[in-house]
């Protein structure tokens, strides 16, 4: 038996086994215990309370005085396993070239899943883990990951395996996610039906019966997927009890919204483009709204109403999209420090995104997402700072010193 006891320390996101996921009054507060204590045995948190109580535990104790102890950033929507960065057309957008034209020139996901597909497995492999190492270090403590660059049948499956292969080896969670309509790939480009025959009637049979995806998606968009395709992929993937978490509305409101309710998706993840009708749909509807504001900063473009769906009292969510095309960064910090300063969210309210109802975007929430009793024991000790709010005011700092996942302290190099 392991037991790891943290001290003299303020404890952030405290909730009852009974919150699942915050919207409302909820969403706005964030409940602390200042001059507090946390117990964890094994891989689980045993108990928490002030220093007054303070239990005598036979371990290993750390005195955290000035440091804040969080539940580790539940980061929903990621596409980590990638071939390359694309840093060219980074500066050919600087010179620039738009999203759409870099596409048009072979650029963009087709990019990616060009040198994906010539990539081999193990290279794959390698090159995800070393940023799934980085991306523990920064603090978060579980993830969600989508394939798409594959775009073919072959690409699609090793993109797959190599995220089952993570899960395999990974010391968080990691949630899978099929996107092979992420971009018509170009040999499809006159046969849309063709395309999304074989995503659903050859490779979706495939990937049940190995195993390689927890939900479906697709990116409904203008040049991309339509509504009724990104229903067809939902439909289907609910026939074989896999949910749908939907790209949609990044740069357009065509109807992806009212279709992902209507198939029962888990979550409709971007949001930059949404309208009233809209947000009063998601009011009476059982979808995460999920904000993911690195894109919008990385493309210089608009960013989601997070003040309008909070008052609307949504349950906002927010993950980072790590991604080589529009953000190539999954740090969750980052991207709590965007949605204060670009979205107005508060600090509590990031927080509470990035936390707990990441969890929830993953199905995750009654193991991860915040500090309970019988919760396994993600956490990350911050060095010490001022207050909570400091995390998104001090935008570049490398805040988190050390985690705990599982229950066991790591030095961050030896995750
Ligand atoms: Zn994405």
Same mark, same amino acid.
């Given at each position: 038996?392991?037991?790891?006891?943290?001290?003299?320390?303020? !404890?952030?996101? &405290?909730?009852?086994?009974?919150?699942?996921?915050?919207?409302?009054?909820?969403?706005?507060?964030?409940?602390?215990?200042?001059?507090?204590?946390?117990?964890?045995?094994?891989? =689980?948190?045993?108990?928490?309370?002030?220093?007054?109580?303070?239990?005598?535990?036979?371990?290993?104790?750390?005195?955290?005085?000035?440091? #804040?102890?969080?539940?580790?950033?539940?980061?929903?929507?990621?596409?980590?396993?990638?071939?390359? #960065? =694309?840093?060219?057309?980074?500066?050919?957008?600087?010179?620039?070239?738009?999203?759409?034209?870099?596409?048009?020139?072979?650029?963009?996901?087709?990019?990616?899943?060009?040198? !994906?597909?010539?990539?081999?497995?193990?290279?794959?492999?390698?090159?995800?883990?070393? =940023?799934?190492?980085?991306?523990?270090?920064?603090?978060?403590? *579980? &993830?969600?990951?989508?394939?798409?660059?594959?775009?073919?049948?072959?690409?699609?499956? /090793?993109?797959?395996?190599?995220?089952?292969?993570?899960?395999?080896?990974?010391?968080?969670?990691?949630?899978?996610?099929?996107?092979?309509?992420?971009?018509?790939?170009?040999?499809?480009?006159?046969?849309?039906?063709?395309?999304?025959?074989?995503?659903?009637?050859?490779?979706?049979?495939?990937? +049940?019966?190995?195993?390689?995806?927890?939900?479906?998606?697709?990116?409904?968009?203008?040049?991309?997927?339509?509504?009724?395709?990104?229903?067809?992929?939902?439909?289907?993937?609910?026939?074989?009890?896999?949910?749908?978490?939907? @790209?949609?509305?990044?740069?357009?409101?065509?109807?992806? &919204?009212?279709? *992902?309710?209507?198939? /029962? $998706?888990?979550?409709?993840?971007?949001?930059?483009?949404?309208?009233?009708?809209?947000?009063?749909?998601?009011?009476?509807?059982? +979808?995460?709204?999920?904000?993911?504001?690195?894109?919008?900063?990385?493309?210089?473009? @608009? #960013?989601?109403?997070?003040?309008? !769906?909070?008052?609307?009292?949504?349950?906002?969510?927010?993950?980072?999209?790590f991604n080589p095309g529009t953000s190539p960064?999954?740090?969750?910090?980052?991207?709590?420090?965007?949605?204060?300063?670009?979205? /107005?969210?508060?600090?509590?309210? $990031?927080?509470? *995104?990035?936390?707990?109802?990441? *969890?929830?975007?993953?199905?995750?929430?009654?193991?991860?997402?915040?500090?309970?009793?019988?919760?396994? $024991?993600?956490?990350?000790?911050?060095?010490?700072?001022?207050?909570v709010a400091y995390i998104p005011y001090g935008?570049?700092?490398?805040?988190?010193?050390?985690?705990? &996942?599982?229950?066991?302290?790591?030095?961050?190099?030896?995750?």
């Amino acid at each position: 038996m392991t037991e790891l006891l943290i001290k003299n320390t303020t !404890l952030v996101q &405290i909730r009852e086994p009974n919150i699942s996921i915050l919207k409302g009054n909820n969403f706005q507060t964030l409940p602390i215990l200042e001059n507090a204590w946390i117990h964890c045995q094994n891989d =689980r948190i045993l108990d928490y309370g002030t220093m007054e109580n303070c239990p005598d535990v036979r371990g290993q104790v750390i005195d955290a005085t000035g440091r #804040y102890v969080f539940p580790s950033w539940c980061d929903s929507h990621t596409h980590l396993v990638f071939a390359a #960065y =694309r840093e060219q057309e980074f500066v050919q957008r600087i010179s620039g070239m738009s999203y759409a034209e870099i596409a048009a020139s072979g650029g963009g996901i087709l990019n990616s899943a060009r040198r !994906l597909r010539a990539m081999p497995e193990a290279e794959l492999f390698q090159a995800a883990h070393q =940023r799934l190492k980085q991306l523990i270090a920064s603090g978060t403590g *579980a &993830i969600e990951i989508k394939s798409g660059y594959g775009l073919s049948a072959a690409g699609e499956l /090793k993109m797959l395996r190599v995220i089952k292969r993570l899960k395999a080896v990974s010391p968080i969670p990691v949630k899978a996610s099929f996107l092979g309509a992420h971009a018509l790939p170009a040999e499809f480009k006159e046969d849309r039906k063709g395309y999304m025959d074989l995503l659903i009637n050859e490779l979706l049979p495939v990937i +049940v019966e190995e195993e390689l995806a927890d939900y479906v998606d697709i990116f409904c968009e203008k040049g991309f997927f339509s509504v009724a395709e990104a229903e067809r992929m939902m439909e289907a993937g609910n026939k074989y009890e896999l949910r749908a978490k939907i @790209h949609t509305n990044q740069f357009n409101s065509m109807g992806g &919204i009212e279709a *992902a309710i209507a198939h /029962k $998706a888990l979550s409709v993840d971007h949001l930059e483009v949404v309208n009233e009708a809209e947000i009063s749909a998601l009011i009476n509807a059982n +979808v995460i709204p999920t904000l993911l504001p690195s894109a919008p900063f990385f493309l210089s473009d @608009h #960013y989601p109403p997070a003040r309008q !769906l909070i008052d609307a009292g949504l349950p906002v969510t927010l993950a980072s999209d790590f991604n080589p095309g529009t953000s190539p960064s999954g740090k969750m910090a980052f991207v709590v420090a965007l949605a204060c300063i670009k979205m /107005k969210m508060l600090p509590d309210e $990031a927080i509470n *995104a990035a936390t707990l109802n990441g *969890a929830a975007a993953m199905e995750l929430e009654k193991d991860y997402g915040s500090i309970t009793k019988g919760k396994i $024991a993600n956490l990350f000790i911050t060095k010490p700072m001022p207050s909570v709010a400091y995390i998104p005011y001090g935008f570049t700092e490398e805040i988190v010193d050390r985690i705990v &996942i599982n229950g066991q302290l790591s030095a961050k190099e030896l995750v």
